[in-house]
């Protein structure tokens, strides 16, 4: 059995398998198929069409930069949220102090004029 150049011969045979030598005939010119590959033609390009593709890179840049731009927008907006959110909170740790401070000077008040009504009494 002989195509194209390899020659493949039976070995042994066996109840797991069968085994073959394959045997290579030597590279030659002629056992190349000679088929022509085709050049690649190189398309020139005119004044005009450089142009466009010019135009079309700059506009393809200037739509990633908007979008980029766009996005560096998003980002700041979400981060002005956070940090008014972080002032109203301050704000509101602000107002909380300012009750506690009032309630335990209303109590310590409210302790003096009970310790002085007791020291009357005795």
Same mark, same amino acid.
């Not at 011969?9 to 010119?29: D, T």
């Not at 088929?35 to 004044?47: C, E, G, I, Q, R």
């Not at 079309?56 to 907006?77: G, N, T």
């Given at each position: 059995?002989?195509?194209s150049?390899?020659?493949?011969?039976?070995?042994?045979?066996?109840?797991?398998?069968?085994?073959?030598?394959?045997?290579?005939?030597?590279?030659?010119?002629?056992?190349?198929? =000679? $088929?022509?590959?085709?050049?690649?033609? !190189?398309?020139?390009?005119?004044? %005009?069409?450089?142009?466009?593709?010019? @135009? +079309?890179?700059?506009?393809?840049?200037?739509?990633?930069?908007?979008?980029v731009?766009?996005?560096?927008?998003?980002?700041?907006?979400?981060?002005?949220?956070?940090?008014?959110?972080?002032?109203?909170?301050? =704000? $509101?740790?602000?107002?909380?102090?300012e !009750?506690?401070?009032?309630?335990? %000077?209303?109590?310590?008040e409210?302790? @003096? +004029?009970?310790?002085?009504?007791?020291?009357e009494?005795?």
């Amino acid at each position: 059995m002989a195509s194209s150049g390899i020659q493949v011969k039976e070995r042994e045979k066996h109840a797991s398998g069968q085994a073959f030598e394959l045997i290579l005939r030597p590279w030659s010119k002629e056992s190349v198929p =000679n $088929f022509p590959l085709p050049t690649p033609k !190189k398309k020139h390009l005119s004044l %005009e069409e450089i142009q466009k593709k010019l @135009e +079309a890179a700059e506009e393809s840049r200037k739509s990633h930069e908007a979008q980029v731009l766009k996005q560096l927008a998003e980002k700041r907006e979400g981060e002005k949220e956070v940090f008014q959110k972080a002032t109203k909170e301050n =704000n $509101f740790s602000e107002i909380a102090e300012e !009750k506690l401070t009032d309630r335990m %000077e209303a109590n310590k008040e409210n302790w @003096e +004029a009970q310790m002085a009504a007791k020291l009357e009494s005795l």
